[in-house]
């Protein structure tokens, strides 16, 4: 069993909802990574989705393109990132790892290859961003045969149709994104969510978790009335930034907004 | 029956020219992608929204557009007779507008109050501010802050027409970072804006559709080739960015196996420099960006490369995933020309037969020197003029070392 299956069926036998971070690989400066990471299981995450850094990343808002940004600066790549999972895996065999990308990087080292280095690193689950799944034949079943899931957005303006063949596809959990636009929009409304939730309850067994616009305590526990978890990045990534020079102070500030939110969903 | 007669049947049913196309978004805008499939599919083949295209076309844009002999620069390149299909006397002066007036019939009958755009020379700007202007449209224009620095005379006509141009001040602040822009915009506010893609790249349907309202100017250029010198044309030149205007002239002509055809790429300070915006000349990898998969300039951790090009219009490291296909299966040519020569062309146009290209449509001009003395006098060219060169006055008289 997948490491992301068995967070989930632990999440479940305790009735707690799923707290996942996002931030992006190498930012401000790849050395701090692995120790990010770290902070973020300390504040109570269960699952990390580690962002890989693109120049064009065109889902997402000013917070994480600066953060692309930042990281590129250093010139950091796939294999880096690698690295961080291996190094990370010394010290922490359970929280699952899920990268967050766009299709190119991926493209550009070969879908194998990725897929057997992300294996061997210790990843768990992948989600490209600019990858929906009438397009997935390509990389999903290389994923599968290396036990690693896949993972799928699902969109407001998703039809039923299409979130029938995005279930069939998905892997891991559903990634629900809360509204239309970028990363770090406005905050969800949690009716709203729950609404475009209960079709695809009939459809799919798979955790439904929520992002997009969650930025706090009271906006986690707000969507995790409703979700299984809560996935937030933008808010973390903006800490990142505002100690972008004195990166020592960053897993404490990390920890401070998340173990927040932590508190918030287990209220 | 000509060799390469599948390739009319494209795209298939996901929107893919062989390996290259498809419709690589994130989710939210997959349903807008559908839905603009299904409108364009159900309009293609409806005789009203065609007969009223083509009214618009010839009323408002000016078309036909003529197909020039020039003579004099012929004589002069001494070899074959070279032929200009003249779409800088379009309305708005490129070919861009012929696709801009198909996307907005779509977006008056989606109705969508409001239209974005993505601009690098700013043509593609200008042709969506204004028929935006005659619709009654809201219209925003993203485009690189260094292209609004580069082709400030094209910023300003989108103002007066209405538009509010956004510079975008992300990436390399070109082309792509327009794009990047414009597509963030899009996924925010795609309950009410219909976004006009202004090149044959983007997720499927936009390559198809793009290509289809462009296409006239091929159609047009086949039957004066035959009115002016009895037969078609024994080669056809255009310029490539992400290749509109190439694609609008080849189109028409992709199952007459004995016409050759050259897509002419920016070479900047020539493709060996690295310092170009040639995807397809160069060989570059394989990659996906802009929703759709392509040849694309990148580095080896794939990110998207700089690009370099003297202009604006060309100034993008991907390239329409057709002409990617028709380079593979060999249908097509694709060459560079470099900033050095492109200049010259520009400057000898302008003296020999009084006509200022557009910078972009100056790289097919370049090329056309190089083929025509190698043809025979009976023997014709087909270049597309597809832009003018006012816009560009600007950047060549800083080259020139003048302060206009």
């Known amino acids: ?267 | 029956m000509s060799k390469f007669s599948d390739l009319t049947r494209l795209p298939d049913a996901r929107g893919h020219f062989g390996p290259y196309g498809g419709r690589f978004v994130s989710e939210t805008l997959s349903f807008a992608l559908e839905d603009l499939e299904k409108t364009y599919l159900s309009l293609r083949d409806d005789p009203d929204f065609q007969a009223e295209f083509d009214y618009d076309l010839a009323h408002y844009v000016g078309r036909p557009s003529p197909l020039y002999h020039a003579e004099r620069w012929s004589k002069q390149l001494g070899g074959a007779q070279v032929w200009l299909k003249r779409e800088d006397l379009n309305h708005t002066g490129a070919h861009k507008v012929n696709n801009t007036i198909g996307q907005a019939l779509l977006a008056k009958k989606s109705g969508k109050p409001r239209v974005i755009a993505e601009t690098g020379a700013g043509q593609h700007g200008v042709a969506t501010a204004t028929v935006a202007a005659r619709l009654g449209l809201e219209c925003e224009v993203y485009m690189g802050a260094e292209d609004v620095e580069r082709q400030k005379l094209n910023v300003y006509r989108m103002r007066l027409l209405g538009a509010n141009v956004i510079p975008v001040e992300s990436g390399t602040r070109t082309l792509k970072d327009a794009m990047n822009e414009a597509l963030r915009d899009w996924v925010t506010n795609v309950d009410n804006t219909f976004y006009i893609i202004g090149t044959v790249a983007g997720p499927h349907p936009y390559p198809m559709l793009v290509r289809d309202f462009n296409a006239v100017v091929g159609r047009e250029a086949r039957w004066q080739s035959v009115e002016e010198f009895g037969r078609l044309p024994d080669a056809l030149i255009a310029c490539v960015g992400g290749g509109s205007n190439a694609m609008g002239l080849f189109y028409p002509f992709v199952e007459d196996d004995e016409v050759v055809m050259y897509g002419v790429e920016a070479g900047g300070d020539g493709v060996a420099s690295g310092r170009h915006a040639a995807p397809l000349a160069s060989n570059a990898p394989r990659g996906v960006l802009h929703g759709t998969r392509t040849y694309l300039m990148s580095d080896e951790g794939g990110q998207v490369s700089d690009t370099h090009s003297i202009s604006a219009g060309l100034d993008y490291p991907g390239v329409g995933p057709e002409h990617a296909l028709w380079k593979d299966v060999g249908r097509v040519n694709y060459v560079a020309a470099d900033d050095d020569a492109v200049l010259e062309a520009f400057r000898e146009l302008t003296h020999v037969e009084g006509i200022m290209p557009a910078l972009e449509s100056a790289h097919a001009l370049a090329y056309a020197k190089v083929l025509a003395p190698t043809m025979r006098p009976d023997q014709h060219i087909v270049v597309n003029l597809s832009g003018r060169g006012d816009k560009d006055i600007l950047t060549v008289a800083k080259l020139d070392g003048i302060d206009i």
């Open chain 1, 1 to 267: 069993m997948n490491r992301i299956d068995q967070r989930f069926a632990a999440l479940k036998a305790q009735g707690r909802r799923a707290l996942i971070p996002y931030i992006t690989a190498g930012d401000p400066a790849p050395q701090y990574t692995v120790a990010f990471m770290h902070a973020l299981v300390r504040a109570g995450a269960d699952v990390i989705e580690l962002g890989v850094p693109f120049s064009d990343p065109m889902a997402d808002g000013p917070v994480i393109q600066k953060a692309c940004e930042r990281a590129l600066k250093h010139q950091v790549r796939l294999s880096h990132l690698f690295e961080m999972v291996r190094e990370f895996r010394q010290d922490d065999a359970e929280t699952p790892v899920v990268l967050m990308g766009y299709l190119n990087p991926v493209e550009r080292i070969g879908l194998e290859a990725f897929a057997d280095q992300a294996r061997e690193a210790g990843v768990d689950g992948v989600l490209i961003v600019d990858m929906p799944p009438e397009e997935a034949d390509i990389l999903g079943p290389t994923l599968k045969a290396r036990g690693l899931a896949s993972i799928f957005l699902v969109a407001p303006t998703t039809s039923r149709a299409r979130a029938a063949t995005i279930c069939a596809h998905g892997e891991g959990y559903l990634y629900y994104v809360s509204l239309k636009g970028v990363t770090g929009g406005a905050t969800p409304d949690a009716d709203d969510v729950a609404e475009h939730l209960a079709p695809l309850r009939e459809l799919t067994d798979l955790p439904l978790c929520v992002g997009f616009g969650i930025r706090d305590g009271a906006s986690a526990a707000e969507v995790g009335r409703v979700a299984d978890g809560v996935i937030v990045g933008s808010a973390l990534v903006s800490r990142i930034a505002e100690n972008a020079d004195d990166p020592e102070a960053i897993p404490a500030a990390l920890e401070a907004v998340l173990g927040e939110m932590r508190q918030a969903l287990d209220a």
